[in-house]
Nanobody, 124 residues
């Protein structure tokens, strides 16, 4: 069974940085793609960044130039978040799927596997 465990959330002032990490387990092949989603109170969950198994990436317009997604060979995905803004405040979820995450996010589809989420709070 695929399991995803996020870490690295917290509170930061506007302009600050945080790095989220997600460790995946329960699968052995390298074809899974991974991504980050977020959900703020009263808003729909949105795809923030995705990375496919071949390294293709996709970012939401609101985070381009500020966030960077990366994947290492230990099935851990990272989200480096710089120049954080109060509107980045949300519960951030890690997700995984054997389909292309970039495509799923672009089409607004939900990946199959989800983590429990980690809170990011940015104060002004």
């Amino acid at each position: 069974q695929v399991q995803l465990v996020e870490s690295g959330g917290g509170s930061v002032q506007s302009g600050g940085s945080l790095r989220l990490s997600c460790a995946a387990s329960g699968y052995s092949d390298s074809t899974y793609s991974m991504g980050w989603f977020r959900q703020a109170p009263g808003k729909e969950r949105e795809g923030v960044a995705g990375i496919d198994s071949d390294g293709r990436t996709r970012y939401a317009d609101s985070v381009k130039g500020r966030f960077t997604i990366s994947l290492d060979n230990t099935k851990r995905v990272y989200l480096q978040m710089n120049s954080l803004k109060p509107e980045d405040t949300a519960l951030y979820y890690c997700a995984a799927d054997q389909r292309r995450m970039t495509g799923l996010q672009q089409l607004g589809l939900r990946p199959r596997y989800w983590g429990q989420g980690t809170q990011v709070t940015v104060s002004s």
